[in-house]
């Protein structure tokens, strides 16, 4: 996938916003209202759902989200983005750039690497259906498991 010069060299996320969402992440519930700041054809084929989670949207068909409150008590939300490390990444890759934030938000998606290294070290390879929620957290910060 090819990504816009303007990202950071330490940040090369494997899936768009776009695929993320058709992929199924976050329950299909983030990100339901289809905020108007965003591209169009970014909800043209996203698995959606307005009313609640939904497991079943997510690719791998398990929960891996954790609530809103959990991540407001472990500070991983700012002012600038109220919905997450998401939406975040959806405003870097339309062109937005606050320095500090920045890398911060890379610096947290970095850190999901060590989810990498569980399933390489204690699956085989292309076996998808090894670790899901693990995959399925994966899937939430841009990395695509199923290519390993």
């Known amino acids: 996938m090819k990504f816009p010069?303007?990202?950071d060299?330490?940040?090369?996320?494997?899936?768009?916003p776009k695929e993320m969402l058709e992929l199924g992440v976050f329950g299909g519930h983030y990100m339901s209202?289809?905020?108007l700041e965003y591209p169009r054809d970014w909800f043209e084929n996203a698995k959606l759902n307005?009313?609640?989670?939904?497991?079943n949207l997510n690719y791998f068909g398990v929960n891996a989200s954790q609530p809103l409150s959990v991540w407001k008590a472990k500070g991983w939300i700012s002012k600038y983005d109220p919905r997450g490390w998401f939406e975040w990444y959806c405003r870097y890759y339309l062109g937005r750039r606050i320095p500090d934030?920045?890398?911060r938000q890379?610096?947290?998606?970095?850190?999901?690497r060590r989810h990498i290294v569980q399933i390489r070290?204690?699956?085989?390879?292309?076996d998808v259906h090894c670790r899901p929620r693990q995959r399925q957290a994966l899937l939430h910060w841009a990395y695509d498991s199923r290519k390993f």
């Open 121 to 126: 070290n204690n699956c085989r390879a292309g």
């Open 50 to 55: 307005s009313e609640k989670h939904d497991k």
């Open 101 to 103: 934030e920045d890398a």
């Open 9 to 16: 060299p330490e940040f090369k996320p494997e899936l768009t």
């Open 33 to 35: 209202d289809k905020p």
């Open 106 to 112: 890379i610096k947290r998606w970095k850190a999901m």
């Open 5 to 7: 010069d303007n990202f």
